[in-house]
């Protein structure tokens, strides 16, 4: 099993940097892939961006593609959203979830994750 503790969301303004951070527990997290994902109220959650076990590949949404960057430290047992030039449209709860599987798993799909953290929220001011 993973545990999963997002970190790092706060008020900004349009236009700063945040970087969240993505806590682990459980020896399984150095083979499980990371996905990044918000909600806003009102919204379906909303992919960002996925990396796998070993940060080899990375998929982003186009949305974010350019201004989001996600990593991960498995010595570390951490995962991070990098975000840059935020907007007030990217104001929402942000999640990291976590799924274990062997070989190159990356997905957008929320429904193929299975552990997932409580979200950070991030507000950005105009």
């Known amino acids: 099993q993973v545990q999963l503790v997002e970190s790092g969301g706060g008020l900004v303004q349009a236009g700063e940097s945040l970087k969240l951070s993505c806590a682990a527990s459980g020896r399984t997290f150095s083979s499980s892939a990371i996905g990044w994902f918000r909600q806003a109220p009102g919204k379906e959650r909303e992919f960002l961006g996925a990396?796998?076990?070993?940060?080899?590949?990375?998929l982003y949404a186009d949305s974010v593609k350019g201004r989001f960057t996600v990593s991960r430290d498995n010595a570390k047992y951490a995962a991070y959203l990098q975000m840059n030039s935020l907007k007030p449209e990217d104001t929402a709860s942000y999640y990291c979830?976590?799924?274990?599987?062997?070989?190159?798993?990356?997905?957008?799909?929320?429904?193929?994750?299975?552990?997932w953290g409580q979200g950070t929220q991030v507000t950005v001011s105009s």
């Open positions: 979830a976590a799924h274990i599987a062997a070989g190159l798993f990356l997905s957008d799909d929320d429904g193929k994750y299975t552990y």
């Open positions: 990396l796998t076990w070993n940060g080899g590949k990375t």
